[in-house]
C-alpha cells in the first residue's frame, strides 16, 4: 500500500502485458508461416468440403458441393442473397447442420474464395468487426485445394456483390436525406 509498492505493483503489470503482447506476436507470426507454408490454421471447415486431418488435405463433399454450385449460379441469376436464401428454403436443400441457409450464410458462401481453390489467410482484422486488411498483409496460396467453382464465377460474383453493395448505399443515402427534410 506504500508510494514504492504502488510502483512496484505497476512496474510489474507493465511487464506483464509486455509478455502477453509478445506471446500474441509469436503466436500470430507463427500462424502466418503455418499459412505460407500451405498449412491449414484451423477453423469451421468451409461449407462444400471434407478436411482428412491425416494427409491434411481438403476435397470436395460431392453433396455440398452441388449445393455451392448452385449458389453462385443462382445468385449470377437473381442477384439477391435473401432470394436464394428462399429458393433453398423452398426446394429443402438444408445446410450442414440440416437447418435453412440464412442470407448471411449465402453471403459468407459467396465472399469465400477457398471455392476457388485458393487458401487466403491473414484477411480480416481480429475483433476490429471482420475489416479486411490491408491486401499487402493477406497469405493467398494458389490451386491450394481442389476448386469447387472457377475464379470467373467467383470474380463475376464478387461484381454483383459490390454493384449491389454501391446501390444499396446510394438508397440509404437518398433515404436519409429524405428523412432530413421531412422533419
Do not use: C
Request: net charge neutral; hydrophobic share 35%; charged share 25%.
Amino acid at each position: 500500500s506504500s508510494a514504492i509498492g504502488e510502483a512496484i505493483l505497476k512496474i510489474i503489470l507493465v511487464f506483464a502485458e509486455l509478455e502477453r503482447n509478445l506471446t500474441a506476436e509469436r503466436v500470430t507470426d507463427v500462424m502466418i508461416s503455418r499459412a505460407k507454408d500451405g498449412e491449414w490454421n484451423g477453423g469451421r471447415i468451409p461449407f462444400g468440403y471434407n478436411y482428412d486431418k491425416e494427409k491434411r488435405v481438403f476435397n470436395p463433399d460431392e453433396t455440398e458441393a452441388v449445393t455451392v454450385n448452385l449458389i453462385f449460379e443462382l445468385y449470377q441469376q437473381i442477384k439477391s442473397m435473401t432470394k436464394v436464401a428462399d429458393y433453398l428454403r423452398e426446394h429443402n436443400i438444408l445446410n450442414r447442420n440440416g437447418k435453412n441457409f440464412s442470407s448471411t450464410s449465402i453471403g459468407l458462401i459467396l465472399s469465400n474464395m477457398f471455392y476457388t481453390g485458393n487458401y487466403r489467410y491473414n484477411y480480416r482484422k481480429q475483433g476490429d468487426r471482420g475489416m479486411v486488411k490491408n491486401e499487402s498483409e493477406w497469405v493467398i496460396i494458389e490451386n491450394h485445394h481442389p476448386a469447387i467453382i472457377s475464379m470467373e464465377a467467383f470474380t463475376k460474383t464478387t461484381q454483383i456483390r459490390e454493384i449491389n453493395r454501391k446501390l444499396m448505399d446510394e438508397h440509404m443515402m437518398r433515404s436519409n436525406s429524405e428523412t432530413k427534410y421531412t422533419h
